[in-house]
């Protein structure tokens, strides 16, 4: 099927097929497990014709592997490569590897980018690879280090390289850290969101801009690599 799916079925009902080129910014408040979120969601369709790119600056490279293989997902044909901002910050001198390549540090927009396009070069150029996913988790701690303008630059280049790859790209920003004018202004580099917010107890989901009306909220629970939605309700 062309385009890209969340692998969420009530909310890829609501949207349809996720065309090619869309890059998303997931919001949502801190403890509202965005992170297990994001990689349920990336391990979905993870396959050998398909490419993940996960930028991380908040885990080592290494543990965002073991996520994936700790919940029984065969990484030995799939094409995932990720970005570690962590490790070298950490003083550690661990190398680069085929599916992990190492920036200095998460204010190292030069070197991230660097090695983003390094991955596209190999999924998109080399391996001509049908689909390919790019997510940063997240920007937050990205503009804790860089001024929204420089972020912003960054940003249009790679928002721009998932379209111009019919790729799709998922970004992580945390809500209630950033004032409305810098969130307004990130927002024009993306396509939707997907919005999250607290409701008693639990957390719910939406997806904004996709359709002509937002989709439901739906409350989510995570499994592994499941993402179970309970009944929408309003926030």
């Not at 543990?63 to 065969?74: A, P, V, Y």
Request: aromatic residues 8%; glycine residues 10%; negative net charge.
């Amino acid at each position: 099927m062309p385009g890209y799916s969340l692998g969420i079925k009530e909310l890829d009902d609501c949207l349809g097929s996720i065309r090619e080129g869309t890059n998303l910014m997931m919001i949502g408040p801190p403890m509202s497990r965005k992170d297990e979120l994001l990689d349920a969601i990336l391990a979905h369709n993870l396959g050998p014709d398909n490419g993940v790119i996960i930028v991380s600056t908040r885990e080592p490279g290494e543990r965002i592997l073991e996520w994936f293989t700790g919940h029984d997902i065969d990484l030995s044909e799939a094409n995932i490569g990720v970005v570690d901002c962590v490790t070298k910050t950490l003083g550690m001198g661990a190398s680069d590897t085929a599916r992990i390549k190492r920036a200095s540090s998460p204010v190292d927009l030069t070197g991230i980018g660097v090695k983003i396009s390094q991955f596209f070069e190999d999924f998109f150029v080399k391996k001509n690879l049908g689909k390919i996913r790019l997510s940063i988790n997240s920007l937050s701690t990205i503009l804790m280090y860089s001024n929204l303008q420089t972020v912003f630059r960054f940003l249009h280049v790679f928002t721009g390289r998932v379209k111009a790859a019919n790729g799709f790209g998922l970004y992580v920003v945390e809500d209630e850290m950033h004032d409305a004018q810098t969130i307004a202004t990130l927002k024009q580099l993306f396509d939707g969101l997907i919005e999250i917010k607290g409701i008693g107890d639990s957390y719910a989901m939406r997806v904004v801009g996709m359709t002509s009306k937002p989709t439901p909220w739906f409350e989510y629970d995570i499994s592994g690599t499941e993402i179970i939605l309970n009944k929408p309700k309003k926030p």
